[in-house]
């Protein structure tokens, strides 16, 4: 056999070593602009996102070795730590505030901007008894309203459970996260109290005795307005109002009050609709004057709780939704509003499928779990 070619070798060994010197540059190089860009002075109040990349970028510089003083990485890892805890405090406060804001609004149940007693006793029914006992909440009362006028603006709440009180924070949070009632079933998904089709107090029902044996339960997620209480353009407005006309003519056909003489379902549906507006007049445009179920305008704590239950099943919160629900809560369907876009002969057969639904399949199933406990988390979250 011929003689080994160590020439040949030693020349592959070389071009292997320069090979891995040059990715090992390239990795380095990559690290060092990572952590650069991601330490970037923002514009606006850091956010999880921000937080999280920089963690990542700043671990990476330090994995490959390059916190080393000689080179100035040392004075740019400890720069981008500082940056770090700058910008966890910054996310902190945001958070502490968009919780206090939703604890607000839960709680304020006419919208005026300021709390009333009869309003903050609502926390002794909503948050568990041994953790909030209702001498420690008339306790904070007295605290903040310290003018004795009977009343708590915003700034006065946020001023005191931000920065006066020790277990402030953790209010906040148990107010956001907790159901409004102790209840199990229907009265703990929609409240005590439902409007039979129209926002005035004086059509009130008991959400139990509503939906006595309705077999299929249609929940309208809506709205008129943005969160800065602005009236939507007209053009969304009239959208909106077409759907809920789709819906009344469904509604109508499964009960067997249609025009063609049709027999109803065998089966009882009814609607409930959810507005999550803040404003009277925003509120009483969404609702209109329907044949359905609405939550009360005075009942922003249950509007938030069942708006926020199921906000996970899509990806613009905002948009219009109908889902469709058995009385147990379990959900038949998340595209309510797509189902009922069928010609009218069609109508009792999409309410039997709602009525009848195909068990899931395994995978289906494991997904609807992942998916509903990833939301749950972000509710937490937001």
């Known amino acids: 056999p011929p003689p080994p070619n160590h020439s040949t070798d030693e020349a592959n060994l070389t071009c292997t070593m320069a090979a891995g010197k040059d990715r090992g540059f390239e990795a380095r190089d990559a690290a060092s602009k990572a952590l650069a860009e991601c330490s970037r002075a923002l514009p606006r ?6 937080i999280v990349k920089l963690r990542a970028a700043l671990k990476r510089f330090k994995e490959l070795g390059l916190d080393d003083e000689k080179s100035g990485g040392l004075e740019r890892a400890m720069k981008a730590e500082r940056t ?4 966890e405090s910054e996310a902190a406060r945001t958070e502490a505030l968009n919780y206090l804001f939703q604890a607000f609004h839960r709680l304020d149940r006419d919208a005026d901007g300021r709390l009333e007693k009869a309003e903050w006793d609502r926390l002794k029914t909503a948050l568990n008894s041994t953790e909030w006992p209702h001498k420690v909440i008339d306790a904070l009362w007295t605290q903040l309203d310290r003018n ?4 708590v603006e915003y700034d006065e709440l946020a001023e005191y459970l931000m920065h006066g009180h020790r277990d402030g924070h953790k209010l906040v949070k148990d107010i956001t996260v907790s159901p409004p009632n102790q209840e199990f079933g229907l009265a703990g998904l929609f409240g005590h109290r439902l409007l039979a ?4 107090v004086d059509f009130e029902v008991s959400t139990t005795k509503a939906l006595t044996d309705v077999d299929v339960i249609g929940i309208v997620f809506m709205t008129s307005s943005t969160i800065d209480k602005q009236l939507y353009p007209h053009t969304i ?18 009960h067997g009050d249609n025009d063609l003489g049709w027999p109803g379902a065998d089966k009882k549906f009814e609607v409930v609709i959810c507005s999550f507006d803040t404003t009277e007049d925003a509120f009483i445009k969404t609702i209109g004057t329907p044949p359905w179920l609405v939550m009360p305008f005075d009942s922003p704590w249950e509007r938030d709780y069942l708006w926020r239950k199921f906000n996970h099943l899509w990806k613009h919160k905002a948009d219009p939704a109908l889902v469709i629900i058995k009385p147990n809560g379990e959900i038949i369907s998340k595209t309510g509003f797509t189902d009922i876009e069928v010609k ?11 009525c009848n ?3 899931p399949t395994p995978k289906v199933e494991k997904e609807q779990k992942a998916k509903e406990a990833k939301g749950e988390d972000a509710d937490e979250d937001e």
């Open 45 to 50: 109040a850091a956010t999880t996102p921000d």
């Open 84 to 87: 770090l805890e700058v910008w």
């Open 357 to 359: 639904p195909p068990p």
């Open 237 to 254: 407005l009239e959208e909106n109002k077409m759907l809920k006309e789709r819906l009344r003519h469904f509604r109508h056909v499964v």
């Open 344 to 354: 009218e002969q069609l109508i009792l057969s999409v309410f039997d499928k709602w």
């Open 197 to 200: 089709g129209s926002y005035q």
């Open 148 to 151: 004795r006028n009977g009343f």
